[in-house]
């Protein structure tokens, strides 16, 4: 319990306030390769370990916190019956360890990070004023982006890239053979690299860049 005073007008006023409280759960999941993110929250990806998921944050929010394992695919989100803060991210942190991974994903203004990627087709989509950060290496990335939402992957190394962007999101991507892309309504794509195939689309105000 913390208690704060305040002098006004000659007399001390004191209130009470109970201090968050920090904690820290551990989730079993595993047989998972994909990670979906979604209600505001911060998810961090290490790819290349043994399976382990932790979350970090306010006990009470830690309540609402929504884990569920559909196919191969990790959710993270909030239960359906709750609110965390409207139209701002949660101070929750879930981390995330696997041996893989092959899709990547963040919507409803979520953060997501991931690290050591190494795979041959990989997929990644952002939505609705998401950002997703990714690096390591892949044969092939197949990225979306709409509604204002972020992809920073030109960090994630690879060989042939399909992209289609809308709606004022961004992508960043690296593709050192082929890209394909397809920016409309504001989107923007920038593609580094430097590859020699391209096959480029832009309407509507849409914007496609290609880069050394």
Do not use: W
């Not at 998810?43 to 970090?56: C, H, I, K, P």
């Not at 992957?153 to 992209?163: F, G, K, P, T, V």
């Amino acid at each position: 319990m913390t208690i704060k005073c305040v002098l006004t007008a000659g007399a001390v006023s004191c209130l009470a306030f109970s201090a968050a409280q920090a904690e820290t759960r551990n989730f079993d999941f595993s047989g998972f390769s994909a990670v979906e993110a979604s209600a505001g929250l911060s998810v961090e990806v290490t790819v290349g370990g043994d399976y382990s998921v932790r979350a970090e944050g306010d006990a009470d929010d830690l309540e609402k916190l929504r884990l569920e394992l559909d196919g191969d695919t990790l959710e993270v989100g909030r239960k359906r019956s709750s609110i965390f803060q409207r139209n701002s991210r949660s101070d929750i942190t879930v981390f995330v360890s696997m041996p893989s991974m092959n899709e990547a994903s963040a919507s409803s203004g979520s953060e997501l990070t991931a690290t050591g990627i190494d795979a041959g087709d990989f997929s990644a989509s952002v939505s609705s004023g998401a950002e997703a950060t990714l690096s390591g290496t892949c044969d092939t990335i197949d990225a979306s982006g709409s509604t204002g939402a972020d992809l920073d992957a030109d960090d994630l190394r690879c060989s042939h890239a399909d992209a289609d962007v809308s709606t004022g999101a961004s992508l960043s991507l690296y593709a050192s053979e082929s890209i394909e892309a397809d920016a409309s309504t504001g989107g923007d794509i920038v593609v580094y690299g430097g590859p020699a195939n391209t096959d480029i689309d832009k309407s509507t105000g849409g914007s496609v860049r290609v880069r050394d």
